[in-house]
Nanobody
Framework: QLQLVESGGGSVQAGGSLRLSCAAS????????MGWFRQAPGKEREGVAY???????RYADSVKGRFTISKDNAKRTLYLQMSSLKPEDTAMYYC?????????????????WGQGAQVTVSS
């Protein structure tokens, strides 16, 4: 059964960078879609970016040009490189995956989730 484990969260000052990693295990095929979501206190979980099995990517407007999603199939690891971080990027970040071929920025489109990694950006 597919399992996802995030790492790389932490605290950084505004303008700084962080890279999140998501190690996937327990499967014999690459998930159709993998994505990053985030949830700030008191807010709904929102899609940050996703990447398809063929490498097509999509980003939320709020992170476009600052964040980059990528994956290493050989290492079975998903990444989120975050640059020019802003205080409003502060949230718990979650890695997600789905076997559905219809990739989505909605959390309802994913059925496998990691435990989350906290990212805190101070001004």
């Amino acid at each position: 059964q597919l399992q996802l484990v995030e790492s790389g969260g932490g605290s950084v000052q505004a303008g700084g960078s962080l890279r999140l990693s998501c190690a996937a295990s327990g499967y014999t095929y690459n998930p159709w879609c993998m994505g990053w979501f985030r949830q700030a206190p008191g807010k709904e979980r929102e899609g940050v970016a996703y990447i398809t099995d063929t490498g097509t990517t999509r980003y939320a407007d709020s992170v476009k040009g600052r964040f980059t999603i990528s994956k290493d199939n050989a290492k079975r690891t998903l990444y989120l490189q975050m640059s020019s971080l802003k205080p409003e990027d502060t949230a718990m970040y979650y890695c997600a995956a789905t076997e559905s071929p219809a990739c989505s920025m909605l959390s309802s489109g994913y059925n496998k989730w990691g435990q989350g990694a906290q990212v805190t950006v101070s001004s």
